[in-house]
């Protein structure tokens, strides 16, 4: 599965791709997020981990603007985030998303729902956008499964379609809101193996996800929230082995209990 993505050119000295400031969401009275600080460097594998309700999702969902924030800045490499119309589209196309849910289009093949965002969106010809399309699909280990619908396929297969969904656009950053939790277990390791190389491969990778494993392996760093913040940042093995935080220690405690 080599080549996934092609290298990225280097960010200017010191800006990070990803920039968040002061960020704070509420729904209603509930504050979701708090007070947000977070810089992700291109090339960086970052994983979001923590309890339910923490404010994972919803971190991972404003960096694209699916949901909106009511204090704070966000950009991606050195721009604001656009409010809606034309910018915003061409702002999602740089930020690749893959959900729980696949969020596939039932009625459309899945060479199709590849082409679809490079051809409407990035303006490709067709051909160039499905001879890409299925070069992704092969190198995402679901090549022989393009000219069929998403049903005919597992939830394992149907989250490697929409990672090749996601990189067709060329994205400069990788969001993942919780990739596994939809899928048996059976099917897990194939999608986590996807991501791996990805990761390898220098995608910048933002992932929300309880798969500690993979937090181990392949991240450059965890961050750790509850209650809307974040309460700790640190290397895998700093995180995993010696944790700061007491609130850390018991997610930990119970996450490795089961």
Excluded: Y
């Excluded at 997020?33 to 810089?39: A, C, F, R, T």
């Excluded at 656009?169 to 919780?178: C, G, S």
């Amino acid at each position: 599965m080599a080549d996934l993505v092609q290298p990225a050119p280097p960010a200017p000295a010191g800006q990070a791709l990803v920039h968040l400031a002061g960020v704070s969401k509420w729904f209603g009275d509930l504050q979701a997020l708090k007070g947000i600080d977070l810089d992700v460097h291109r090339g960086e594998v970052v994983v979001v981990i923590g309890p339910s309700g923490s404010g994972k999702s919803t971190l991972c969902r404003t960096i694209n603007r699916l949901e909106t924030i009511d204090e704070g800045t966000i950009t991606l490499d050195g721009q604001a985030l656009p409010q809606d119309g034309r910018q915003l589209a061409a702002l999602r196309a740089e930020v690749g998303m893959v959900f729980q849910g696949f969020n596939l289009f039932a009625h459309r093949t899945i060479l199709e729902n590849v082409t679809l965002g490079p051809i409407k969106v990035r303006g490709q010809k067709r051909e160039d956008a499905e001879a890409r399309a299925r070069e992704l699909l092969v190198r995402v280990g679901v090549g022989e499964q393009a000219d069929k619908l998403p049903a005919q396929l597992s939830g394992g297969q149907q989250q490697r379609v929409a990672i090749a969904r996601a990189l067709a656009m060329d994205p400069k950053v990788m969001l993942f809101d919780e990739p596994t939790s939809a899928l048996d277990p059976e099917m897990i390791k194939e999608v986590l193996d996807v991501m791996v190389d990805l990761a390898k491969q220098g995608m910048t990778m933002i992932v929300v996800t309880h798969e500690m494993g993979f937090a181990r392996t392949a991240a450059d760093r965890v961050v750790f929230m509850a209650d809307g913040a974040i309460v700790e940042e640190a290397t895998p093995e700093e995180f995993f082995t010696h944790p700061r935080t007491q609130r850390a220690r018991d997610f930990l405690g119970t996450i490795l209990r089961h």
